[in-house]
């Protein structure tokens, strides 16, 4: 299985976020969506650049967990392509 973009992973933050505990959001939000790397985060929130890793890495596993189960954003995208595809965009 290919490993997934930054912006995949953005947009699995956007779908599925709701499902994750705060912090997980909170840890993602700032690591896809402002750009921190993960000592800046450590940094940030107390913890140890290998506490920050692993909450990034669960949180990243459950998104994948749950796009692989529910496929919303395969749909999504299927979606969009033929909208283009339609429209001619």
């Given amino acids: 299985m290919r490993e997934m ?6 947009r699995l933050l956007d779908l599925y976020g709701p499902l994750l505990t705060a912090k997980q959001r909170e840890y993602l939000d700032c690591y896809y969506n ?10 940030n929130f107390g913890v140890t650049p ?3 890793h692993d909450i990034v890495s669960r949180a990243r596993k459950k998104l994948v967990d749950t796009e692989n189960k529910l496929g919303f954003m ?16």
Avoid: C
């Avoid at 973009?5 to 953005?10: L, P």
């Avoid at 402002?34 to 940094?43: H, K, P, V």
């Fill in 34 to 43: 402002d750009d921190l790397s993960l000592s800046e985060i450590a940094e």
């Fill in 5 to 10: 973009s930054n912006i995949e992973y953005s």
């Fill in 50 to 52: 290998q506490g920050a």
């Fill in 74 to 89: 395969a749909r999504f995208g299927d979606l969009e392509t033929k909208t283009e595809e339609t429209h001619g965009v």
